[in-house]
């Protein structure tokens, strides 16, 4: 038996003292460890945070595979908040494939992802190590928010919807700044290789041996004929249209092999609903780079963020659902590093049975997470018309 539940890895980041927080205030029966480069600093992070005095801390280091073995060995959950993954992520996936150990991270990086499938996907599955990217924002509000309208559908209809849009209807927060980092470094790779460019663009990039019909481009403004409003890109659809072909086919198909899905955000009607979205299809999305790896907002921003997403989708035989998906906190941090937390602590209760890979969030988690999510984390998930 290990003798951690959980270590953070990360831990004297910004996100990874979030995480540390969420932990303590609603898991604190739970061991847990603190995971860093420098055991000095994860001392005074944890002091300042007026965490207990015997909080377990652990020095690890990427570049010290040694060091992270020790680690993994300790844990049944890694929790990881290192990034941008491509620089620093594979070492630890490869420690925990070797052990065993079960993973979650806030990788929205797709060539980080492909690379780890086509590398430790069958030794994971031989260990029993669950590596499961893409825990934050990006993306189980939006992997989740499929997955539960289309078992509503087939509840009430008893067919999948074959054609799903996501739409981002409100959101209030910042993008974390790690998120940023992970972007610029995807784009570098990008650019410097045309086959990573053109793998990017492909909704089916996390899919190996399936490839499955045209999807929606998402990546010009237009009016939504469905709703008579403006939308625009959506900044995190690159890698949440990926996971969400991605858990299609870990699950078998169940949304069907000629599923397609389109994620924008919406943004008005008219002409002024035009004019936003002209404007945000020119945009940085990421903003100006004001935040950087390690900072965040304030507790008030955070508290003050939220976010209002809806999923809509039609079956072969014209019926349609609509479900919403919202969050009480700002997508980037707050409530992500609670998604982060409610994922690991899935894996080790609902999810323990749950088979070795490299994951996604909904065939391993199911409907659990939704569970969990609405109960801990301030999420709803809500069935609309």
């Known amino acids: 038996m290990a003798e951690f539940d959980i270590i953070i890895y990360g831990a004297t980041g910004f996100t990874g003292r979030l995480v540390a927080e969420y932990i303590h205030a609603t898991y604190p029966d739970r061991p847990w460890a603190m995971a860093g480069r420098s055991a000095s600093k994860l001392a005074s992070v944890r002091d300042e945070m007026g965490l207990p005095a015997d909080t377990p801390l652990i020095e690890a280091d990427a570049s010290d595979p040694a060091s992270l073995d020790a680690m993994v060995a300790r844990a049944r959950v890694i929790i990881t908040t290192v990034g941008p993954y491509l620089l620093y992520g594979e070492p630890l996936v490869a420690a925990c494939v070797k052990a065993g150990t079960d993973y979650v991270d806030l990788s929205g990086e797709p060539p980080f992802m492909w690379d780890m499938i086509e590398k430790y996907n069958d030794a994971a599955k031989a260990s029993g190590a669950r590596i499961v990217h893409s825990c934050g924002f990006d993306s189980i509000p939006f992997d989740m928010g499929v997955y539960f309208l289309q078992q509503e559908a087939q509840k009430r209809f008893g067919a999948p919807l074959r054609e799903v849009k996501g739409r981002v209807r409100g959101m209030k927060g910042t993008f974390s700044g790690g998120t940023a980092a992970s972007g610029k470094e995807t784009m570098k790779l990008a650019m410097g290789d045309p086959e990573v460019m053109k793998r990017l663009v492909s909704s089916f990039a996390l899919t190996p041996g399936f490839e499955g019909p ?75 780079g004001d935040i950087k790896p390690g900072e965040g907002p304030s507790k008030e921003e955070r508290d003050n963020g939220s976010y209002d997403l809806m999923f809509t989708g039609v079956t072969d035989g014209g019926e349609r659902l609509t479900v919403g998906v919202k969050g009480d906190r700002d997508p980037g941090y707050g409530s992500t590093s609670k998604m982060l937390t409610e994922a690991a602590i899935c894996l080790i209760e609902e999810a323990a049975a749950a088979p070795g890979g490299v994951l996604t969030a909904a065939p391993v988690f199911g409907s659990a997470i939704i569970d969990r999510l609405t109960a801990n984390a301030g999420l709803s998930f809500d069935v609309e018309s």
């Open 214 to 288: 045209k999807q929606p481009y998402g990546n010009k403004p237009y009016e939504d004929p469905d709703f008579g409003i403006w939308v625009a890109p959506f900044v995190m659809a690159s890698i949440n249209t990926k996971n969400v072909h991605r858990s299609n086919m870990l699950m078998g198909h169940p949304y069907g092999t000629e599923f397609t899905y389109e994620e924008m955000m919406f943004t008005g009607k008219g002409e002024k609903g035009e004019a936003i979205a002209s404007s945000i299809a020119k945009s940085n999305p990421m903003g100006d």
